[in-house]
């Protein structure tokens, strides 16, 4: 199996989950300019990373989908919802209200912040996007500060497929001025997460420590 990702994207979540599942896998490192190539597009005509090509050539892509698949092929590493042995839907809930809430809102309000020349074409509005979108990221991360106060992991006291993901945001807020000043729990999250091996073997694989 082979992730196909370039550096600190979206496509480090998934990169920690294989780590922390234990999984034999190779890494396909791309530019962001290639997501639209024609042979990127068959793997995921969406043109992102992440994709997850598996040994049949078949393809999983998009992130909640990525991390949902690692978490039940490597049951063991206790990574998915319910897989503590507590099997309860409460669990279950909160890991896919969390995954909407990163994919659909958190992600989302990054993606102006970066791809700037995407939304605008004069310098000034691209001024003006950018600060925009900053407040999104601030009102965004700050629903996940609070959720975090007393907590080690997303999840409470066991790390999931979650971590991974809002590791990702932590990383994205460290490139922006401010960086993660404004939020203590997630930035005592992003120092928990460096510290842990997985998450140092997949940045150091990724040029990234
Ligand atoms: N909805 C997609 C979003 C993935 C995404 O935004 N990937 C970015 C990197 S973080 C990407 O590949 N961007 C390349 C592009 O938009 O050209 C998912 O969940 O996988």
Redesign the pocket.
């Known amino acids: 199996m082979k992730l196909h990702y370039?550096q600190a994207?979206?496509?480090l979540a998934p990169h920690i989950a294989l780590e922390w599942a234990g999984a034999d896998y190779d890494l396909s490192e791309m530019k962001?300019?290639e997501?639209?190539a024609p042979e990127f597009l068959e793997k995921?005509p969406?043109?992102?990373?992440?994709v997850l090509e598996l040994d049949d050539g078949s393809c999983v892509?998009?992130?909640?989908?990525?991390l949902q698949y690692i978490a039940e092929t490597w049951p063991d590493a206790g990574l998915g919802p319910g897989s503590n042995g507590d099997g309860n839907t409460e669990n279950r809930h909160a890991v896919q209200r969390w995954l909407s809430h990163f994919?659909g809102d958190v992600?989302?309000s990054?993606?102006p912040y970066f791809?700037t020349h995407?939304f605008a074409d004069s310098d000034g509005a691209r001024a003006e996007v950018k600060a925009h979108a900053a407040e999104e990221i601030a009102f965004q991360l700050g629903v996940i500060e609070d959720h975090m106060a007393g907590r080690d992991w997303m999840l409470g006291e066991t790390r999931s497929i979650l971590d991974p993901y809002l590791f990702?945001f932590t990383v994205w807020a460290g490139f922006m001025p401010d960086r993660l000043n404004a939020f203590p729990n997630l930035k005592a999250f992003n120092k928990r997460m460096k510290d842990d091996p997985g998450v140092h073997n997949a940045l150091k694989m990724q040029g990234m420590a």
């Not at 969406?46 to 992440?50: D, E, H, I, M, N």
């Not at 892509?61 to 990525?66: F, G, I, K, M």
Request: with cysteine; proline share 4%.
């Open positions: 370039f994207s979206c496509a962001r300019s997501t639209r995921n969406a043109g992102k990373v992440p892509s998009q992130v909640n989908a990525v994919n992600h989302t990054f993606t791809m995407r990702v």
